[in-house]
């Protein structure tokens, strides 16, 4: 049986083929949506990563003047930065047709994110990036995350 997002996926995985990564204006208008450590963090994403996370951002801009919504678009799969599956692994992981540790990972890569935050922001249990996460990506995937990351 077919999953009803299988259209969209499809749509997703031959946009992944085709990214590129980030213009000079596009990382310059980063240092005012992220601190310096985010900015890092959201580096250790691949090209792809980078630039579907970028485009959930533009997105977002769209509907919402909110500067927390914004930083979550940018790292809501800051828990990929650490999953090396490849595209084909990400199709087989999304169709459920490939049942591995890395497509588990992977299917859960947004929990991975909120413990690469925590890490990464000196073993801080809360801050404001951190409770964003938690908040709008985790414990419910907020609705304009919803509408955008597509």
Known sequence: MINSDFPQKAIRAIRYVFYKDLSVSEQYYLKDLLDDKLILL???MNKED???SFEVFKRMKEITNDKEMYE???LHDIG???ID???LGRIFA???IY???TTK???NHEKLGIDILKKEMGGVETNRTIENYMNNLIEKRHDLIERCDY
Do not use: E, P, T, V
């Open 105 to 107: 990972m992977y299917k």
């Open 80 to 82: 990929k930065a650490y």
């Open 42 to 44: 959201f580096w250790r």
């Open 50 to 52: 980078r630039a579907h």
């Open 94 to 96: 999304d169709l459920g």
């Open 85 to 87: 599956i490849g595209w």
């Open 99 to 101: 049942r591995s540790n």
């Open 72 to 74: 979550l678009a940018l």
